[in-house]
């Protein structure tokens, strides 16, 4: 057999396995975004504490709320009241985490006077768990969300929006669908 065929045998065996790694790679990474560890409540709530970023928020008075989204998915969500304002602020949380990791930023929200909505975004904190989207799904619900915001404490408040991560991107395509 001439060398050249033997170099082409080498190098296609090389290549064959140059993509079977990327495939199973890509697999691993694919399986690793859609169904990711979600941190629970719990979870978020001890390390909450661990890391002292619960600190003051015992002051926070956290009413439970849902929503009950068009597809029949329900999303849970605390709220929390500052008496006499009528500016509120929905917290988005990042990727893999929960309600719980946005409720340092309620906090701040209601030292500045404004009230509060967390929510556990789709497949995440107390929600059932199916595949994250990275917002594409998600933004969607952040509309409905908004919508019985509005509904629940009225027209006329004024209405902002926080997201860290996947939750900031979530909050972005989210004012695609905006009237």
Known sequence: ?????????????????????????????????????????QECKEYNHKMKYD?????LKRNPLSFTLPDGYLIHADYNL???????????HGFGSSREGALRYSLIFEQLGFSTVIFDERSHGDNIHKDVTMGVKECHDLVEIIDKVYQKFGNDICLGLQGVSMGAATVLM???YQQ
Do not use: D, N, Q
Not at 55 to 59: C, K, P, R, S
Not at 82 to 87: A, D, I, N
């Open 174 to 176: 989210s004012t695609r």
């Open 1 to 41: 057999m001439a060398w050249y065929c033997i170099l082409l045998i080498v190098l296609g065996s090389i290549l064959v396995l140059l993509l079977l790694t990327i495939y199973f790679i890509s697999l691993f990474a694919a399986k690793f975004i859609a169904h990711p560890h979600r941190f629970s409540v």
């Open 55 to 59: 600190l003051g928020t015992e002051v």
């Open 82 to 92: 500052v008496t006499g304002s009528k500016k509120f602020v929905i917290l988005a």
